[in-house]
């Protein structure tokens, strides 16, 4: 066991604190990094405030990590002490079933073991990102292509992997209209990643703040919706991507689909709420789904990708000191767009 300086919440819904967590030896398959920087997703907040149920505490969360690799076990050829590294929102699962041969680990039959707040196979409980150091096995962990800064990549582990499966699957692509519901940390980095692809991309918020932003990012058209809004964008969309977690007009906004067109949630919604008539479904062959980050593969594709693209998200480096802080702003909307803690102050 080695200790290394992290921030955790004591207990549930207290603020976080600097402490210090064990971190295992390294074993013949794990890959040791220096965490040095790690994304702030809203998943965390909920998490550690018990609001998506118990935990066990002390907890700390944090599933955006990017570092450098400091040891790597006797089985790992893949990756070499200085190498650039990312741990998204996975540390383990079985790697025998149907959706872990087939890259999808996140629904792995035999249960998926995330990053922080789960019970490994050892019987620990997975501690997140807010940490200095971290021994991850090497078939969770990815190669950060080494032009992309690592503060500015690190919500790629999260955000963007969330953003690009759906995406992939629903064949973003030249000649397709794609539409974001929601401009945050989510929702802006899938703006890049679709319009990278060579999708038209439009986003639908609820207010005009972000307009100017997301038009500036390359946003082909920016709707704050109304009305007037869902009348004229009715039949538009190839795909439509539901970011936000709050209650939505979906059957409103389904109707903006074209025939064959995916609506697609993947908000965090803990109490998702859907009405919509099969009518209008069926008789435009319409899809919805849900869908739930990316397997390990696909966000090495997708970090690829933005090393090619240049894709990066927009981001706000804070010191340890801030997390508390920043937790209230994300709470609050007040992030343009993602709070990365800088992982050597703490
Ligand atoms: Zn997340
Ligand atoms: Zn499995």
């Known amino acids: 066991m080695t200790k290394v300086k992290a921030f955790a919440a004591p207990s549930e819904g207290a603020p976080l604190v600097a402490t210090i967590v064990d971190r295992r030896d390294v074993g013949p398959d794990d890959v040791q990094f220096d965490v040095l920087f790690c994304g702030i997703c809203h998943s965390d907040i909920h998490t550690v405030r018990g609001e998506w149920g118990k935990q066990t505490y002390p907890l700390s969360p944090g599933h955006e990590l990017a570092g450098k690799v400091t040891a790597v076990g006797k089985n790992v050829t893949k990756f070499k002490i200085g190498d650039h590294v990312g741990v998204g929102c996975l540390v383990n699962s079985c790697l025998n079933c149907e959706p872990c041969k087939t890259g999808h680990e996140q629904f792995c039959q035999n249960g998926a073991i995330f990053t922080y707040g789960s019970t490994d196979r050892d019987g620990t409980v997975t501690q997140g990102g807010y940490t200095q150091s971290a021994v991850i096995n090497h078939n969770f962990v990815v190669s950060i292509p080494k032009n992309l800064p690592l503060d500015a990549a690190a919500p790629l582990l999260c955000a963007g992997s969330t953003l690009w499966a759906p995406l992939k699957r629903w064949n973003a692509g030249p000649g397709k209209k794609v539409a974001i519901i929601g401009f945050g940390g989510l929702g802006h980095v899938g703006l890049k990643l679709a319009k990278a692809m060579g999708a038209e991309?439009?986003?639908?918020?609820?207010?005009?703040?972000?307009?100017?932003?997301a038009l500036k990012m390359g946003a082909f058209a920016f709707h704050k919706m109304d009305k007037a809004a869902f009348d004229s964008l009715k039949e538009n969309f190839d795909l439509i991507l539901n970011t936000v977690s709050v209650t939505v007009d979906t059957a409103g906004y389904y109707e903006l689909l074209k025939f064959d067109g995916a609506f697609v949630?993947?908000?965090?919604?803990?109490?998702?709420?859907v009405s919509l008539s099969t009518s209008v479904g069926v008789s435009k062959q319409r899809v919805f789904t849900l869908s739930l980050i990316s397997g390990v593969q696909e966000t090495q594709d997708m970090l690829n990708f933005c090393g090619e693209h240049n894709v990066l998200p927009e981001i706000e480096v804070i010191p340890a000191s801030y997390i508390n802080e920043a937790f209230d702003r994300v709470v609050a909307s007040d992030v343009r767009y993602r709070f990365v803690i800088d992982n050597s102050t703490m």
């Open 265 to 273: 949630v993947i908000g965090a919604d803990p109490t998702p709420t």
């Open 201 to 213: 991309v439009t986003v639908l918020s609820h207010s005009d703040k972000k307009k100017e932003d």
